[in-house]
């Protein structure tokens, strides 16, 4: 039960796209479509941002767009907006009823 | 609204033990997975453990199985996580989490800080 490699910070300016890679396994990433995103702001819960790889929850504007290839997801935030700094984590389903999550990556909005 | 509350933590001494509470609201616990997810001081998270909508299955990490229990009576929409053995690293933020039916953890609470301290 290893933890997910994230980069440990990314930016961008306002408008501007970032993508956060999420580096696993064959065991987990690569192996179920059970990738998820989380956005946490300081001193608040997570929030569900992107479920089972590219799935929006209700609510979850369209510039958040999920992928996966092979071992590795990422997270697209298009259009930044101040409000998009945070810290964000992906987890995956990792088989015999375990999850692994990332170490996080703090997006700053420049 | 989906609603989850969490309570039980505080600063506890090393060795001894303690239970936290998860109280729902605004769905029906009963048909629910739940899970337990925690977050030391400055770190990431970390999955700790999951039941079943019906409590007959129970699954947790290694870095906690055998100290850890985690158990819910739906009678009172209440999810539980029973700690022994509390040392210096079970030091964080506990959150509760509703399973989606995907895999996912689509509500949170807000978490209960627990402290092991001397």
């Known amino acids: 039960q290893s933890a997910l490699t994230q980069p440990r910070s990314v930016s961008g300016s306002p408008g501007q796209s970032v993508t956060i890679s999420c580096t696993g396994t064959s065991s987990d990433v690569g192996a179920y479509n059970y990738v998820s995103w989380y956005q946490q702001h300081p001193g608040k819960a997570p929030k569900l941002m992107i479920c089972d790889v590219t799935k929006r929850p209700s609510g979850v504007p369209d510039r958040f767009f999920g992928s996966k290839s092979d071992n590795t997801a990422s997270l697209t935030i298009s259009g930044l907006q101040a409000d998009d700094e945070a810290d964000y984590y992906c987890?995956?389903?990792?088989?015999?009823?375990?999850?692994?999550f990332g170490g996080g990556t703090r997006l700053s909005v420049l | 609204q989906v609603q989850l509350v969490e309570s039980g933590g505080g600063v506890v001494q090393p060795g001894r033990s303690l239970r936290l509470s998860c109280a729902a609201s605004?769905?029906?616990?009963?048909?629910?997975?739940m899970h337990w997810v925690r977050q030391a001081p400055g770190k990431g998270l970390e999955w700790v453990a999951i039941?079943?909508?019906?409590?007959?299955?129970?699954y947790y990490a290694d870095s906690v199985k055998g100290r850890f229990t985690i158990s819910r009576d739906n009678s009172k929409n209440t999810l539980y996580l029973q700690i022994h053995s509390l040392s210096a690293e079970d030091t964080a933020v506990y959150y509760c989490?509703?399973?989606?039916?995907?895999?996912?953890?689509?509500?949170w609470g807000q978490g209960t800080l627990v402290t092991v301290s001397s």
């Open positions: 039941i079943s909508f019906d409590g007959g299955y129970k």
């Open positions: 987890c995956s389903y990792a088989g015999s009823f375990t999850w692994v």
């Open positions: 605004g769905f029906t616990f009963s048909r629910f997975g």
């Open positions: 989490a509703k399973a989606d039916s995907s895999s996912s953890f689509d509500y």
